[in-house]
Every structure is written in C-alpha cells, then in structure tokens.
C-alpha cells in the first residue's frame, strides 16, 4: 500500500528528471486516501472540491523544505492528472452500476455529480479530452489542470511555463471546441 | 466536430470574440475567404455563446468578479445590493440597502453551498451567536441567512456597514499616526476580541484587513467567528482561495493554527494573530517574511522560526514594546499573554510608562528553544556549551560581549539584503548561544580542554560552506567567519580558529581599507587567538597594529576601542612576564574607562591587573582589586548571581595564594553553594567550584577528601560531558598526580588500566586535538608511579613534541608536561636535563595558574625532590622554603 509514502520521497521524485511517471501513482494513491477521509465527514456541509484536495495532498507529500515553486508546480501538474483519472474511473465505475442502489453515497459521488452538472459525462468528456489532446495537447493540458485539478488560471499559467492570457484563450477555445464535440455524438 | 486548419481557425476566433456579439457573423466574413475555415470558426463561435457555465462549475466553485458585478441591482434576501466592496476568499462583500429599518448594510455573499440539512442548521445555529456580540469595535451581524441561486442554497450575512472604512494599516499609514496613537487604537482592538471571547467566541481570522477603522479613528472588527461557522477544516479555506491568498492569510496564523489541527486553535491563537497585528502596525512589516516562500514552506516558518526583530526594523521600538510583541508571538501557547485583555492592559502600562508584566525569555528558555528546533546539532553544542563555560577566561568574554554587540550591529547593516537577512540568522544562532552562556567564569587561566568530534566537524562544515553560500558578501562572510574562529578558539583547536579569524581580517580589510575600526577589531580578535594558543610576540604585534588604529578613529569609537585593545595587548605583556609594562598599560586602560565603575570592560582590566599583582607577589593589592570586582559584579547581577560566583573563585584563588587558605575554603564554599541552587548538583559549572575545593583541601593537607572530590567531579564529567571529553582528562590528571603523590598503588594500577583504554577510544580523533597529549601526560605520570619511568619518558617527549606543535613552545601546558618529564629524569637520575627542564618551566607555571594551586605546587616539590635525590640540599631548601605553611 502507497499510504505510507513518504514526503521525502515524493519531493525527490519531483527534483529528479524525469521521475513525474513514477510520481502519479503516488500522488493518485494519497488523493484516493484523501477522498476516503471526508467519509468521516458526513456533517462537513460542503462539497469535497478537486481544489481542496489537490492542495492537502501537496501539503501531504511534499516536504516542504526541499520544494520550491517549481516543484510545486510540477506537482500541481500531476496531481490534475491524477484527479482526472480517479473521477473518470469513478464515474465509468458508477456508470457500469448505475441500475444498483448504493448504501451509501461516497464522497467521490458529489464530485462527480458537480462536475457532470455543469459537463455532462465525465467519461465523454474524458473522451473528447483524449481527441482534443491528438490535436492540441497544451489545451488539452490546460483543461485537465482547470477542469480536474481545480488550479486558477495563475496556477495553470505557472504550471505550463505560459502567459494568463494564453491560458485564458486556450480555456475559451477548448471549452468551445469541447462543447460542440459534447453535444453532437450522443 | 472535425476541426483541421487549426493555424486558421483559433486566430479568427479570437478576433472574432473581441468584436460584440451581435456583429461577429458579418466581421467573420469579411475576414476570410476559406469558407471551410468560416464555417468552423462560426460553429465554435456558437459553441462559445450556448456554453453558458458549462466546466465552469469545478473550476470557480464561487462567483467570479463578473458575476458578482452582474449582481448589483439584485436582491438578496431583504437587502437591495447596490455595489461590489470587495472580495475576500470567502466570498464577496456588497453594500446594500435595507428596507426596514432603513439602512445601509454590507452584506456578505459566501462562496459556497449548503448542501446538506445539517449544515444549514449549524450554519443558522452559529449565526445565532454571532448576532450577540455586541460591541463598539465590532462590526455586528444583523443577518444570517440563505440565498437561494439556481438549485443552490447560498449563505450570506448581513451586518454593519462602516462607511469610509480603511483597514487598520492603511488608515495609521494615512494619517501619520504616531506610535502611541496607533497603541491606543490596538488597545481597543484587544478589548472587542476579549468581548468576543467572553462570548465563547474565537475571531480566528484576525488581519488588517479585518480591522476596519471608520473616518472618526472608531476600529471595527469584521467577520468575527465567520471562519469558524463557515470552515469546518481547513480544506475548505485551501479550496476557497488561491495559493496566493493562502499565503497572505498565513501571516497572522499562529503555529498551532498552521498544524491545521481545528481542535487545537483557542482564544489565544485569537492573542497571536494581535500580535501580528501589533507588529505590523507599529513597523509595516511582518514578523515572518515567508511572501516568496511556498505555501507549506510558510508554515514551517511560521511554526519554527524566530520572528524577526521589531528592534531591527526601528530602533525607537525595542525594549519594552518589543517585549510585548514577543510574548504574544509566543511559539507555545502557554507562553503567550493568556488573553487579549492581558495583551491591553500590558500595552496601556507601556503607555503610562508603568512596568510592564512581559519579561523578556531568559537565556536559558532562548537556548533550549534553539537547541530543540536544531535537534541534530545538540549533542555539540551540549559539548560545547561545556567547553566554554568553564574555559572562558574574562578576558574573552567580558570584553567578547561587546564585541557581540559590535558584530550584531555589523550584520544588521549587511541585512540589507536577502542572503544577508539569512547569514543573520545563523550569526545569531551561534552569537546567541554565546550569549545565552554568559556570564563565564572570569579570573581563570585557560584550562588544559579539547573539543569534542562532533562540534569540530559541524565547525568544519559550517567553515567550507561560508565562502559559497555568502558569495559577493564578503563582510558577512567575515562576520560568520569570525564567530567561527571565537568558537574554534574556545574549543582549543587553535590551528583552525587562527585560520578562520585571518581569513576574515583579511576579508575586512580588502572590504573596508585596512585602517577601518572593523579592521582593528579584527586584529584583536586574530590577537586574543594567537594569544591563546601562546604566540605573544606575534598577538603583541597585532594588539600595536590595532591600538595604531583606533588611535586615529574619530569619537566615540576612539575611546573606548583604545582602553579594550590596550587592555588586551598589556594582557599578552602579562602573559609574557612583562609585568611591569602590563601594570602600566592596564592602569592606563583603566583610567580611560574609569568614567564608568561598572562599565564591563573596566572588569576586564581590573581581572586583567589582578593576575599581574598575583604574578608580582603583591597579594594586598591584587586582593583589594578583587574585592572591589565582586562588589562591581554583585551590584550589577546581584549577590546570588552566577556572575558572582565567578567572582568569589576569582578573590578566593588570591587568598590561596597569599596563604590564606582558611579564606579561599570559605569563598570556594560559598560559590559552590549559590551554583548548586542557579545550576543543580551536578553541572559542570558546579563542579568545576570542586574542583577549587579539591585543589585547597589538598594543599591543607587533606588528601582524602580531595581525592573523593576528584572522584565526584569526575562522574559529573562523565555524565554530563562525556567519557573522552578534555574535562574528563584534566580530572583524571589531577587525581593521578594525587594518588602518585600518596603512593596509592592500588589506586595508581586501576587509573593506568584505564588510560590505556582511553588512549585507545581516542585514536578516531583529530592529530590536533589536545586529548592525545593529555592522554600521553597521564599514561606518563601513571607509569612514573607505578617505579617505570624508562617507559615514562618516550611518551613524556612525544606530549612535549605535540604541544610544542598544537599550542606553542611557550604555552603553560608545555612548560607543565616538561615539569612532568623533568620529574620523570630526576627518577632515571638525568639530574642535568631534569635540572634544566624543572627550573624553566615552573615559573611560567606558576605565574599562569598561580603559586598555590596543586599543580603549581607539585611543579615546585618535584624541583625539591631533584636536588634531594641530587645530594644537593642547600638548593633543596631553598626552594623548600617556598612551600607554603600547612595550617
């Protein structure tokens, strides 16, 4: 079990180049962890948001006297993708039980929910994302920091090494072109 | 959709979405031919326009600024917003207007939901009891309730609008508002927070820009307890503001706040976050300067950095007022003013020039915080805590304090920068120990010690990096460098401590030309070293650069620099047997200073020209000079204190050698007694007053008692410092020399046993450091008591050899391991060597640790023993005579 990981290690995986593969799995393992905890919380009266968990999982695995800003940003990268892949993976898990009657709802379920309130189906999105990604990836990489990691257009801007205002037009742009992939195949 | 000629397409849709909306079909086809490219670039533009909050959801999670603007004109409950004021991270604040009564409100739009049942009953619940604090400093909640947007139930309050509000700092910025006025607003600050408080209410998010100040200078507190009814855990505050905003708000968080531990926050992180306020409030600056700093980075600054001092921001502002702010940015909870009314009440003392009740952390509490937030380094800096307490002779550390004090200020000005703000902080951690270890025992020669590994190497690590890490700032590396050096110094490992100060004199002088005062206090510095490690032609040399200088630098620096650095070179005249030029120079010094009695440096000299009367055989007048000291130092740190204790061994050591044994027991006693109630049974500053005892006891002829003291100050040693430790060494010599003395051969057998085994457990150390000699002088004694002294002598030469290499020919522990070796040859009947070895080295063993003490005294009867073995009594006698009368 990665549970026990430890903030040296993943911090030094960060400074390595090259180790952001073998970074993910980590990184996905302690957000899972991090969901799981708000089980505890049924009473907190909010959503469970990407953004929240993002920033503890940071605050839990990287040690923050060997990181700089560049690490975290790094970091912030990869957490988003691996959001993407637990909520996907939830919602295609959920999709595949969907006739069932859960006992309970998990914490996962409200993200998912919130996010397909406002984007239809995870797994399409996911989808379109991967098309989008075959043609523009830096906008596909802008909408998985945003859309699933939660970071502002400041952070997403730190993380891909560009300008707000190329952020800012690569969103519009892909939500557009996102939007119209969404709506035209069932 | 398929989309290729994307080269195409994604420009004229941005240039289409600046035209209005209405216009972007006719300017789209005008702008291109490719009616391919029109039609994509059309469908997108569509797209763009029926998206609506599609994916906006995840990403905002709360109003935007947009459309929070789009709210204006709007309801929300009973309140008709008519502008933005501003947006925070928990949501954004409106004026509006009630109805009834009629009346403008501030209503506070929160950025999140109420998802379930529960949570809007808490939420409803805990508005409640914000709705009763009522207080002039407090912004009162008239409302709590929820908006409903869409399927979404959102919270917002309604509470006192506070018009021309400016946030605390801005409005004492703006109105030049001096330092007490801004106390007496800060003061009424305090009183709401203790109001809200007493209603079981904890503010938890206290900053300036929660302090509004309305245009009659009337504070008011906002958003008292929002955080508490709106965060339930930090997650939320993480996910509701940027990384950014995070930082901002971090400032005024106290440790425990910052352990994210809801459970552990109370009234008095509400007490900290004051403090915060209060220092940025009196200097514009933060006591943490964590700005460029990551987020989690911040935190553990927050949790275990030293503040910054308000002091250094502005001079006006130290003493009482920084004392205040320091106990409210107390680390630990305990430690910090209780409530806010106790913070108030101590502001109002200041201000009514009372005492105030805040007192300054003791030394001890700063050094063992320093050594729990530096856990690795604790096991050297235990050693050499040890080190320099009972190595310190006053020479160093009186005049060594104002030299801290010299070099604090040198920092301070390199801290203009942000390396230099770091180099600071290491200089004060190392200055600080020191300072936390005064005062040190003045009146003592320099005992025969050594380092221990550990120290050396974190020393030795500390020195390689200097150089890199301070690049370009050589003032600062001089800085580091030269507490380096003093450490070096007092850990005995003269090689490096001379290096390092000549590297910083060198430093300095290429910094600053080479007759800045700086320079000639870098010269004593190298001076006092070389001294030390007996090199007085050379520390001489440098003490005459120095005085050359200080000369001709302008007041006030001239005096003063002038009295220390010609106490310091009579010193090294002393040290060399020019006592009569030592004498004058350190009455000169004296008379310089004088127009001070207690002015530390005149101590200094006072101590300085004690030794010289002890030297000289003018018992009278070295003793009256070392009454007139205790009194100094008793009227300075009162009677009880530890510096008074150094001050009776110092008087009691004079008495011993006048012959007034009686006298010397009783001071001995009477330091003893005061160190074991300041320090405990067993410190190694309390034994080191035993070992004064030992030493009388056994020159009155009570030599069981002395060695059961030996014995007892030998555990404490051993426990305390360590079994290899040069403490450990210098006790063990002096019992060895003692059981030898009995012809204890019982005793003289063990000790043997086990000085091989140290002299095995410390081959692993350094070729410099002092213990191998020590351990050769001890084996050689051993072995002379034991009938062998042919196996003796080899390593009585090669304890010479080495600290004729480590120290100097000159050095007293020389003269003192060939008194050994003379002793030795007088056994092996080499009466010539032994002869000339015996009669030079006694007097400068004498003069250095005085005529009575025991060493001092078996130096003498070993020249007793030679001449008797010589068959030469007439010389026998003579120096007999010299032995003093056991009373």
Known sequence: MLGGTQPGEVTRLLTAAGAVDDLLPLVYAELRKLAQAYLQEEDAGHTLQATALVHEAYLKLIDQRTAGWHDRQQFLGVAAQAMRRILVDHARARGALKRGSPARRLPLDDMVDQLEHSATDLVRLDAALQDLNEIAPQKARVVELRFFGGLSVDETAAVLGVSKRTVERDWTFAKAWLHANLSESP | ?887
């Open chain 2, 1 to 887: 959709m398929k989309t290729d000629q994307w080269d195409k397409v994604e420009p004229l849709f941005h240039a289409a979405l600046e035209q209005p909306t209405a216009e972007r079909g006719q300017w789209l086809a005008g702008a291109t031919d490719d009616a391919s490219v029109a039609r994509q670039v059309q469908r997108l533009l569509n797209e763009h326009e029926t998206a609506g909050s599609f994916m906006e959801a995840e990403v905002h999670g709360a109003p935007e600024v947009s459309r929070a603007a789009e709210m204006e004109g709007t309801r929300i409950g009973a309140y008709q917003i008519v502008r933005v004021i501003g947006h925070g991270g928990m949501g954004t604040v409106y004026e509006a207007v009630q109805e009834n009564p009629r009346r403008t409100v501030a209503v506070k739009v929160m950025r999140m939901e109420l998802g379930a049942p529960s949570a809007l009953r808490r939420f409803q619940y805990e508005s409640e009891v914000l709705g009763r604090l009522l207080h002039p400093a407090i912004a009162q909640i008239y409302e709590a309730g929820t908006h409903r947007e869409g399927a979404l139930m959102i919270p917002f309050f309604a509470m006192e609008f506070v018009p021309a509000a400016r946030t605390l700092t801005a409005f004492a910025q703006a109105e030049q508002l001096s330092i007490r006025q801004r106390l007496e607003i800060f003061v009424k600050v305090c009183d709401a927070v203790y109001h809200g408080h007493q209603k079981g209410i904890i503010h938890r998010d206290l900053k300036p820009a929660n302090i509004l100040v309305d245009a009659s200078g009337q504070p008011k507190i906002i958003d008292f307890g929002v955080a508490r009814v709106m965060q339930p855990d930090v997650a939320v505050t993480l996910a509701h503001s940027g990384a950014r905003e995070l930082v901002g708000t971090l400032q005024y968080m106290s440790p425990e706040q910052c352990d994210f531990d809801p459970a552990a926050l109370d009234t008095r992180s509400d007490v900290y976050a004051l403090g915060v306020v209060l220092f940025e409030l009196l200097c514009g600056k933060l006591p943490y300067d964590v700005s460029k700093t990551s987020l989690s980075h911040a935190a553990q600054t927050i949790r275990e950095a030293a503040p910054r001092r308000l002091s250094a921001t502005d001079r006006r502002l130290r003493g009482d007022l920084e004392t205040i702010v320091l106990k409210a940015l107390e680390k630990e909870r305990e430690r910090r003013y209780q409530s806010a009314a106790d913070l108030a009440r101590d502001v109002e003392r200041y201000l009514h020039n009372q005492p105030i009740e805040a007192r300054p952390a003791s030394p001890a509490y700063q050094l063992r915080k320093l050594v729990s937030r530096h856990k690795p380094l604790f096991a050297a800096l235990a050693a050499m805590f040890i080190s320099i307490t009972v190595l310190a002779a006053t020479m160093t550390v009186l005049y060594g304090r104002a030299e801290l004090n010299r070099r604090r200020a040198e920092a301070a000005e390199a801290a203009k920068r942000d390396e230099a703000e770091k180099a600071n902080q290491a200089l004060n951690y190392l200055v600080g120990l020191f300072s936390s270890l005064e005062p040190a025992a003045p009146a003592e020669a320099v005992e025969p010690l050594g380092s221990t590994f550990t120290a050396r190497e974190l020393l030795d690590r500390e020195a390689r990096t200097i150089p890199q890490k301070f690049k370009g700032l050589p003032l600062v590396q001089a800085t580091l460098l030269s507490t380096l050096g003093s450490v070096y110094g007092r850990l005995e490992l003269f090689e490096r401590a001379t290096a390092a100060l000549r590297s910083a004199l060198e430093l300095r002088r290429a910094a600053l030309g080479p007759r800045h005062p700086v320079v000639s206090d870098s010269l004593c510095e190298l001076g006092r070293a070389l001294q030390h490690k007996g090199e007085y032609a050379e520390a001489e040399r440098l003490y005459r650069q120095a005085l050359d200088i200080r000369h001709q630098a302008g007041e006030p620096y001239a005096t003063a620099g002038v009295a220390a650095a010609t106490g310091l070179l009579a010193d090294t005249l002393r040290a060399r047997g020019d006592l009569e030029s030592a004498e004058r120079l350190f009455r000169e010094a004296i008379r310089m200073q004088s127009g001070d009695e207690d002015d530390p440096r005149n101590l200094y000299m006072m101590v300085g020209l004690c030794f010289t009367l002890r030297m000289e055989g003018r018992w009278a007048e070295a003793e009256q000079l070392s009454r007139r000291a205790l009194a100094i130092v008793q009227r300075q740190s009162g009677d009880r204190s530890a510096a008074a204790t150094d001050a009776l061994l110092n008087l009691g050591r004079v008495l011993r050698d006048a012959g007034a044994y009686a006298d010397a027991e009783l001071l001995a006693r009477e330091a003893l007694t005061i160190r074991r109630e300041l320090l405990g049974e067993d410190h190694p500053y309390t034994a080191r007053c035993l070992v004064d005892l030992a030493g009388i006891r056994s020159v009155r002829g009570n030599q069981d008692e002395a060695e059961t003291l030996y014995r007892q100050v030998l555990a404490i040693f051993r426990t305390r410092v360590g079994d290899d430790h040069a403490l450990v060494f210098a006790t063990l010599q002096s019992l060895a020399e003692l059981l030898v003395a009995r012809q204890d051969r019982a005793g003289v057998d063990a000790l043997y046993a086990e000085a091989l085994a140290l002299q095995q457990r410390i081959k692993g150390l350094p070729e410099d450091n002092l213990q191998h000699s020590g351990c050769l002088l001890l084996t050689g004694v051993l072995l002379v008591g034991r009938d062998d002294p042919a196996a003796a002598e080899p390593l009585l030469r090669e304890c010479i050899e080495r600290r004729r290499r480590v120290l100097s020919p000159d050095h007293w522990l020389t003269a003192y391991a060939e008194n050994m070796l003379g002793g030795c040859l007088t056994a092996l009947q080499h009466f010539d060597e032994a002869e000339a070895l015996l009669i030079r080295s006694y007097p400068r063993v004498r003069d250095t640790i005085g005529r009575h003490d025991e060493r001092a005294l078996r130096a003498l009867q070993r020249i007793i023993d030679l001449y008797d073995a010589w068959g030469r009594p007439a010389d026998a006698e003579r120096y007999r005579a010299l032995l003093p009368r056991t009373d």
